[in-house]
């Protein structure tokens, strides 16, 4: 239950909360897409692709040079969650912080628990999703292994993409939240003795 004694509801969720909640769950599918791949794995799923088994006997040739070539793109192709190096490791952290804080903030708000000012989750979604934005950047430009062998899969750009979006709700989340606490004028008060309403 709630501090105010009702049950949870999405209907609490500033527009804010449920772009940057619908983009963290979306970018924990992107964790698992191919991020990086090499010359010698591209080549390897060209090679897969291509062995198409057929027949009892002559299907055992074509069926091992098939999984040969899998095994191969498997072993060069790099996700978020099976990281190349420490750089990578730190991407990952920064990832599952941002999708962690943008998700505690809409529960948060689901259950109508107001936020700390300075301590907010979406304050801090914002944060690392900007930081973890600049970080893969940095990623692609400089990429792990010898540049001139290494390809850039789906991963970075729909990360790119999702924490941008990720943040910019995380925001609205943080400007909504803080709408909320501050001080609103009175409407009723009674003019003083000489002022005209």
Do not use: C
Not at 92 to 99: E, H, P, T, V
Not at 149 to 166: D, E, F, N, R
């Amino acid at each position: 239950m709630s501090e105010s004694g009702s049950p949870p509801t999405f209907l609490r969720l500033t527009p804010g909360h449920l772009i940057a909640a619908l983009a963290a769950l979306v970018l924990m599918f992107v964790l698992a897409l191919d991020w990086y791949s090499t010359n010698v794995g591209e080549a390897a799923r060209r090679v897969e692709e291509l062995a198409e088994p057929r027949g009892a006997e002559g299907a055992q040739v074509e069926r091992k040079l098939d999984e040969e070539a899998d095994f191969l793109a498997d072993r060069e192709e790099r996700n978020a969650v099976r990281p190349a190096g420490v750089f990578d490791l730190v991407i990952l952290a920064g990832l599952l912080l941002s999708i962690g804080f943008a998700l505690w903030a809409a529960a948060q708000r689901a259950r109508g628990r107001p936020s700390r000012p300075g301590r907010s989750p979406s304050a801090r979604a914002v944060l690392f999703a900007f930081v973890t934005a600049l970080l893969i950047l940095v990623r692609i430009v400089a990429q792990p292994g010898v540049d001139q062998s290494t390809s850039i899969k789906a991963g970075p750009p729909l990360a790119l993409l999702l924490l941008g979006a990720l943040a910019l709700g995380s925001r609205m989340a943080t400007l909504a939240e803080r709408d909320e606490r501050s001080p609103r004028p009175r409407t009723d008060a009674v003019p003083a003795a000489g002022e005209h309403v």
